[in-house]
Nanobody, 124 residues
Framework: QVQLIESGGGLVQAGGSLRLSCAAS????????MGWFRQAPGKEREFVAG????????IYADSVKGRFPISRDNAKNTVYLQMNSLKPEDTAVYYC?????????????????WGQGTQVTVSS
């Protein structure tokens, strides 16, 4: 069982930055593929970024590629999403997700464990 707790959300102006963190419980965090998703009001949950057990397996949604680098610190059991050049359309609840395994994937059904989400609001 893995518990995920997101933090770092908030209100920011367009063009600004935020860094989301996702802290995971357990001693085998390095064996989990991690993903970030987001869900805006009235829209389906969508993939943002994912990282496998090492940085070699990293994928991004086209909408955030070059703006939202994902990283992980296995010693701290934490995965990060650095959000730069934020746009109002990035406003959503952001979720962290995990699945045992080495590679990541963009499908929400791939992931077994989910955090409670953190709100990100970007004002114009």
């Amino acid at each position: 069982q893995v518990q995920l707790i997101e933090s770092g959300g908030g209100l920011v102006q367009a063009g600004g930055s935020l860094r989301l963190s996702c802290a995971a419980s357990g001693r085998t965090f390095s064996n989990y593929a991690m993903g970030w998703f987001r869900q805006a009001p009235g829209k389906e949950r969508e993939f943002v970024a994912g990282m496998g057990w090492n940085a070699a397996s990293t994928i991004y949604a086209d909408s955030v590629k070059g703006r939202f680098p994902i990283s992980r610190d296995n010693a701290k059991n934490t995965v990060y999403l650095q959000m730069n050049s934020l746009k109002p359309e990035d406003t959503a609840v952001y979720y962290c997700a995990a699945r045992w395994g080495t590679v990541t994937a963009p499908e929400a059904s791939f992931y077994r464990y989910w955090g409670q989400g953190t709100q990100v609001t970007v004002s114009s």
